[in-house]
């Protein structure tokens, strides 16, 4: 079972920027990650995920504004979000695919099952 601990939500306006961290309780550098996200009455939609060989995919809907990232070293996984727009507000959920085990060649986001408490995002226009 892994932990995953989100934080960095926040509010903020149309056009700002916040960033939100996911510490893990696994080598995180070794398996697939990615942050879902999912606003009231709506699915939950993959957002952004980086493979074990630091290859990444995103959502249309943030290619261009949202950065996923992580730091080996402190085994917690980012996704810096620029010029955030009103429809981002949501809660945004880090997520790992622990069936595909320690060497993740490529994000698939059906395959990312285990979930962290989530963090709230805001963005007032």
């Known amino acids: 079972q892994v932990q995953l601990v989100e934080s960095g939500g926040g509010s903020v306006q149309a056009g700002g920027s916040l960033r939100v961290s996911c510490v893990a309780s696994?080598?995180?550098?070794?398996?697939?990650m990615g942050w879902f996200r999912q606003a009231p009455g709506r699915e939950r939609e993959g957002v952004a995920g980086?493979?074990?060989?630091?290859?990444?995919r995103y959502a249309d809907s943030v290619k261009g504004r949202f950065t996923i990232s992580r730091n080996n070293a402190k085994n917690t996984l980012y996704l810096q979000m620029n010029n955030l727009k009103p429809e981002d507000t949501s809660i945004y959920y880090c997520?790992?695919?622990?069936?595909?085990?320690?060497?993740?060649?490529?994000?698939?986001?059906?395959?990312?099952?285990?979930w962290g408490q989530g963090t709230q995002v805001t963005v007032s226009s």
């Open positions: 980086i493979d074990s060989y630091h290859g990444v």
């Open positions: 696994i080598t995180m550098s070794s398996y697939c």
């Open positions: 997520a790992a695919d622990l069936l595909s085990g320690d060497d993740c060649g490529g994000v698939v986001w059906e395959r990312l099952t285990s």
